[in-house]
């Protein structure tokens, strides 16, 4: 029944009892450090994370991720909406209704204007319930770095394991066409340089929606991760910084291995700048042993076309990015235009 249960915020000491739920719901427990990092590292300006109760056992959560908008001109909030979770022994009870009434009303008195998330397949009607829409694609490309990787696992094709030239004359094919501006060089950072401050404010005039990428996020997003190791490149022409990109690692059961581009931020108006940084985020990814890299764009952003000429021309399962207005007055038609946004895989936790 759902008046058994109740709705509270976090109190520092929850998280074990959440980390445990995850085990539960999912199967495999999230680090204490991992969530802390997560949900409880960013600024924010409400509290973002909420847990329901039954006879004082932890059997639900709801949390977002604090996240700098801009929005048409000005600076403001959004959540992402991340691990929203019930012990299964307490589903369709009505927990997560419960939960988007009470959080939404706090969220709102705290100005916040919109949440962003990507729910999964088991959401089912609790999307509906919370009126979370799905809003526009984010599209993701694939540039397969080592083919013969793939066609091995085929019956009677394993002797093509070893065959790396495969991959080697496939990439050159692909990016034949694609020289960068010589002078644009890249480097690796060890931390959030003010750089990429002068990065973001190239790039954001060029839309009117977009996660705010500056180094305060950055150095939270990439470099702090306690289990996530990124590599955060930076573009630069005659000294000034152009771009950054942010990528990482990551093996499969199976033991393919798979390269992440989290974002480029890069200008539009400079394209060299962001083929600088795909030419060497993949040249590194490649000799750490990427057999293929993934990167994303929204359907119809000018850098998807780009990325397909680079070669990723391979289609993989497209995110569906959702949306739940919070703000009455939000001019859902602007928001709901992609082409009004910057978005990357990378502004979402489980890239």
Avoid at 19 to 38: I, N, P, T
Avoid at 306 to 312: A, D, I, K
Wanted: net charge neutral.
């Amino acid at each position: 029944m759902p008046e058994a249960f109740s709705i509270r915020p976090y109190r520092q000491g929850d998280e074990e009892a959440l980390c445990a739920l995850y085990g539960r719901v999912f199967g495999s427990e999230m680090s204490v450090a991992h969530w802390l990092w997560k949900l409880k590292a960013p600024d924010s300006p409400a509290e973002n994370v909420f847990l329901a109760e039954h006879d004082g056992r932890v059997v639900g959560q709801y949390a977002g991720i604090p996240s700098r908008l801009l929005l048409f001109g000005r600076e403001t909030w959004t959540m992402f909406s991340v691990d929203i979770m019930v012990d299964p022994e307490f589903r369709r009870r009505g927990v997560v209704t419960r939960f988007g009434e009470h959080v939404f009303g706090i969220w709102r008195e705290a100005g916040l204007e919109v949440l962003l998330g990507v729910p999964n397949k088991k959401w089912g009607s609790r999307k509906k319930a919370l009126d979370i829409r799905p809003w526009f694609e984010l599209e993701r490309r694939a540039l397969l770095l080592r083919p013969e990787a793939f066609l091995a696992r085929k019956p009677g094709l394993g002797w093509l394991r070893g065959a790396g030239g495969l991959g080697a004359g496939w990439r050159a094919f692909a990016a034949r066409k694609l020289t960068p501006d010589p002078g644009v060089r890249t480097r690796v950072l060890d931390r959030a340089e003010d750089a990429l401050d002068r990065v973001w404010e190239r790039c954001a005039g060029d839309a009117e929606l977009s996660i705010v990428r500056d180094a305060r996020r950055a150095d939270w997003r990439f470099f702090a991760p306690p289990d996530e190791d990124y590599d955060v490149f930076l573009a630069e022409r005659d000294g000034e910084p152009v771009g950054y990109a942010a990528a990482r690692l990551k093996t499969r059961p199976d033991g393919l291995v798979r390269g992440w581009i989290a974002e480029v931020v890069a200008p539009r108006a400079d394209p060299d700048a962001r083929r600088a940084l795909l030419r060497d985020v993949v040249d590194h990814l490649q000799a750490a042993g990427a057999h293929m890299v993934l990167v994303s764009a929204l359907e119809g952003a000018p850098e998807l076309e780009l990325y397909r000429r680079w070669g990723f021309g391979l289609r993989r399962p497209p995110i569906e990015v959702h949306l739940a207005p919070i703000d009455e007055d939000l001019p859902l038609d602007k928001v709901r235009d992609p082409s009004r946004w910057i978005m990357s895989a990378g502004d979402f936790d489980h890239y």
